[in-house]
């Protein structure tokens, strides 16, 4: 894979202003880690979704502001509620030479003869295992084949996952099941409730706070708070 690059320029417009950006096509963010100043930002948002698509959350990507760059991941991507647009992207600078803990998508691959008989289905328990590595041994994605699921009750364990065990440290139970065979009878159906925004806010400022405890400058969390508020003013009129 091509070493993942994106251009950002300083960003001086804060708070409830930043809509203007949105409406010029930027979209604010941050850069923020444990050794450098945290940095308000601002991307063509043309130039990220098309970044996102690749890098996701797992991918080193190399920030550029100006004659500088920076490694980093891209930590948190909030979005609107109703519309589902990217509204303000945090990318978490890291160490290259120190290794990280983080969460690896994990995808199904192939059909499972046992389902494509009809004599059971397929159940992914588990979506996405806990590593730790290198920034760059990250794992984009976890693939699992199963085209040898014949029969009802087979299983697919942590410890059968083909992974580079070298370089990457899986911290989930090597009996930890990631996809079984059952019954018709057996699968249940969850239909899950789309979260309310301000149900989407509260995670999203819970799961900025839980970053390695690494705290933003107060005048983050002021704009961050100030655009909220003008967001719920909006949405009542």
Do not use: W
């Not at 100006?66 to 509204?87: C, F, N, R």
């Not at 239909?191 to 107060?218: F, L, R």
């Amino acid at each position: 894979m091509d070493k993942l690059k994106i251009e950002v320029e300083s960003r001086k417009i804060l708070g409830k202003k930043v809509k203007k950006l949105r409406s010029e096509g930027l979209l604010p963010a941050n850069l923020y880690g444990k050794d450098i100043k945290s940095k308000a930002l601002q991307i063509l948002e043309k130039d990220f979704r098309s970044l996102f698509k690749t890098a996701r959350e797992t991918g080193v990507v190399e920030v550029k502001l100006g004659s500088e760059s920076y490694p980093a991941l891209i930590h948190s991507v909030q979005k609107d509620p109703k519309t589902d647009k990217i509204i303000h992207v945090d990318f978490h600078k890291v160490n290259l030479k120190e290794k990280i803990s983080t969460h690896v998508p994990i995808r199904l691959e192939g059909e499972a003869p046992a389902e494509k008989s009809g004599i059971g289905l397929t159940l992914q328990t588990l979506s996405e295992l806990e590593i730790e590595s290198l920034p760059a041994d990250i794992p984009h994605e976890i693939t699992v084949g199963v085209d040898n699921l014949v029969e009802v009750g087979q299983t697919i364990h942590v410890k059968d996952l083909k992974i580079d065990r070298d370089k990457v440290e899986v911290k989930n139970d090597p009996e930890d099941v990631v996809v079984t065979v059952q019954t018709a009878e057996m699968k249940e159906v969850v239909v899950e409730e789309a979260p309310a925004p301000e149900e989407v806010e509260a995670i999203a400022e819970k799961g900025e706070e839980e970053s390695e405890g690494e705290e933003k400058p107060p005048e983050e969390k002021k704009e961050e708070v100030e655009e909220q508020q003008s967001e719920k003013q909006e949405s009542t009129k």
